[in-house]
């Protein structure tokens, strides 16, 4: 399968299948042929998911080499961790946006009700 089947039976865009070749950690990069095998196409779930959790470009790269050494499971995991962490502090404070916008409605209802009686 090569960056033209690839972008359009799985939807992956071409910026980030050209992105992985770059890194040099795909078969199609190796090959003179340019194909994905099965391996790469699982990477390429891996990095999807990645950029969908919102992981920049770069932490992408550097997750995918990890990924590549055997032993660093604990070092991916802690980008994980730091991920969700802000993850939920951006959670946190949108829940704190939405009390003070809830606050200055009922206090906005309140002045309403109050002034047309």
Excluded at 23 to 50: I, K, N, P, Q
């Amino acid at each position: 399968m090569d960056i033209e089947d690839a972008n359009r039976k799985y939807r992956i865009p071409k910026k980030i299948l050209k992105e992985y070749e770059s890194w040099g950690l795909c078969s199609a990069s190796m090959s003179s042929a340019g194909e994905y095998d099965d391996s790469d196409l699982e990477r390429l779930s891996v990095m999807m998911t990645l950029h969908d959790i919102g992981f920049s470009p770069s932490e992408v790269e550097t997750y995918m080499r990890l990924l590549e050494n055997d032993g660093s499971g604990s070092a991916r995991l802690r980008m994980l961790e730091k991920k969700r962490e802000t993850a939920l502090d951006d959670i946190h404070l949108r829940e704190l946006q939405l009390e003070r916008l809830d606050y200055l409605r009922h206090e906005l209802r309140k002045e309403q009700e109050g002034g047309s009686v």
